[in-house]
């Protein structure tokens, strides 16, 4: 019987890998290693870099050698080691490299300065009219990183509606790449400067920060007000940017509305493409939940999707949470999920969820009452100071608070354009962060617009 070399080995087990993992995962991690040796059941398995070798040692090595288990019949272990085309493994019979050095195991110091989430892939993330320009916006910086179309690519919008995936998206496109990249969030960033000042190491800090290929920072808009930190990254930006290094940030809003951070660096941020993330449609919501039930091996029907889409609408963390609590629930129950069983697994969370305004009248009717006024001015063609102020916060609001489309809110105040309702949105944004007497009226109107709904229900 002929003795199989570690290539075939491998590539057997490959076979069967790609039937128990994702196809993201597969193309990811496993596509482009092969079998450098096999002797003493040890296999030895050459990867491209030392990021893929930390990560399938720490999150697959269990999975890999229960399957080789399974084909050899016999104990297995595997040792993963970066494939350095220069040396000679030809991938010979086991009797054939007794004499073969065995490599040493790969030191995690060495990886690249990464905190990547590996399950954030750009196949991974899904897209909708919410999210495709900032999707499009990281597959630009990914595909031609360091071109000043998209350097740097600044990403914003709220909590929890995939910034950070994207960013991860884009540093695992560029480890796979051989680039050396580095994410950090903000507050890291801050933290590892302040440490580099009292322990008398800026140089090192400097160094590891200007020599990477690709900076990732979440939450950029934590550095502002601190102004060391951010001349600090000032000057990193500088570098890397003329060096075309490709530099990729996220935050809770579009650089001219960070407050107190300085105009040179809010400038510089605005350099390249900006692309914002807004809160999920249904429709957005419930391929969400397809897509990682049908990720996770979860067979639901669709009114349990589309239960959980209804309920759970602002945050894609939350959403999907609570898809995992469902199921979860549902085990431990012993039972089948149906749409009164994810209530049942919900209903504190649902009980906690912002409430959308029940109506644009009642919003429309609360803030025209609020400025003594009609409500049939807020959807005139009046232009006067008061009316047109009325309006713009009638837009806010309804942008804030409810699911509507810009030309939905745009139809409610009398036909108004979508850009029109947008730069309203955007104005009033701009004001409550300069003007808090623009807040307490968004504030007043709010708690006014709750009595009348409490009111309406009694």
Request: aromatic share 6%.
């Amino acid at each position: 019987m002929k003795t199989r070399t570690a290539q075939e080995i491998w590539e057997t087990a490959l076979g069967e890998l790609q039937l128990q993992v994702s196809k993201a995962n597969y193309r990811t991690w496993l596509e482009k290693t092969r079998g450098l040796s096999y002797q003493d059941n040890l296999l030895i398995l050459g990867v491209p870099n030392t990021f893929i070798a930390e990560y399938l040692n720490k999150n697959l090595r269990s999975l890999v050698e229960k399957t080789l288990i399974g084909i050899l019949q016999r104990d297995v272990q595997v040792r993963f080691t970066v494939d350095n085309p220069g040396r000679n493994f030809e991938a010979q019979p086991a009797a054939q490299v007794s004499n073969m050095p065995i490599l040493p195991t790969v030191v995690a110091a060495s990886a690249p300065l990464t905190r990547l989430n590996p399950k954030y892939t750009f196949d991974s993330f899904v897209v909708s009219s919410c999210n495709r320009l900032a999707y499009a916006a990281a597959m630009g910086a990914a595909d031609k990183p360091g071109l000043s179309s998209y350097n740097p690519l600044y990403i914003y919008g709220g909590v929890g509606l995939g910034k950070t995936h994207l960013l991860n998206a884009l540093g695992n496109s560029a480890c796979q790449q051989g680039m050396r990249v580095i994410l950090v969030s903000a507050e890291q960033f801050t933290n590892e400067f302040v440490n580099s000042i009292r322990e008398r190491r800026t140089e090192d800090f400097r160094s590891k920060y200007r020599n990477t290929d690709m900076l990732l920072i979440d939450d950029i808009q934590f550095i502002s007000g601190k102004e060391q930190t951010e001349e600090s990254f000032f000057h990193i930006f500088n570098e890397l940017r003329d060096a075309d290094r490709q530099i990729a940030l996220t935050s809770n809003c579009p650089p001219h509305s960070i407050p107190m951070i300085e105009d040179r660096l809010r400038s510089r941020l605005e350099w390249g493409l900006s692309a914002g993330i807004q809160a999920p449609d249904f429709e957005t919501r419930l391929a969400i939940l397809a897509d990682k039930a049908g990720k996770e091996g979860v067979k639901l029907a669709p009114d349990v999707l589309e239960f959980i889409a209804e309920h759970i609408k602002q945050n894609i963390r939350e959403l999907e949470g609570s898809l995992n609590r469902v199921v979860a629930y549902a085990k431990l129950l012993r039972t089948v999920v149906t749409p009164e069983l994810a209530g049942e697994a919900l209903q504190d969370i649902s009980s906690r969820q912002p409430k959308a305004l029940p109506s644009p009248t009642l919003l429309l009717d609360t803030v025209a009452d609020y400025f003594n006024m009609d409500m049939q001015d807020l959807k005139s063609p009046k232009r006067d100071k008061q009316t047109s102020y009325a309006r713009h916060i009638a837009m806010y609001l309804m942008r804030e608070q409810t699911d509507f489309s810009l030309s939905h809110i745009g139809r409610e105040l009398g036909g108004r354009q979508p850009i029109s309702v947008s730069q309203s949105h955007k104005k009033i944004s701009l004001d409550m962060i300069s003007d808090p007497a623009v807040k307490q009226t968004i504030n007043e109107i709010q708690q006014k617009m709750a009595a009348n709904k409490s009111a309406s229900h009694a």
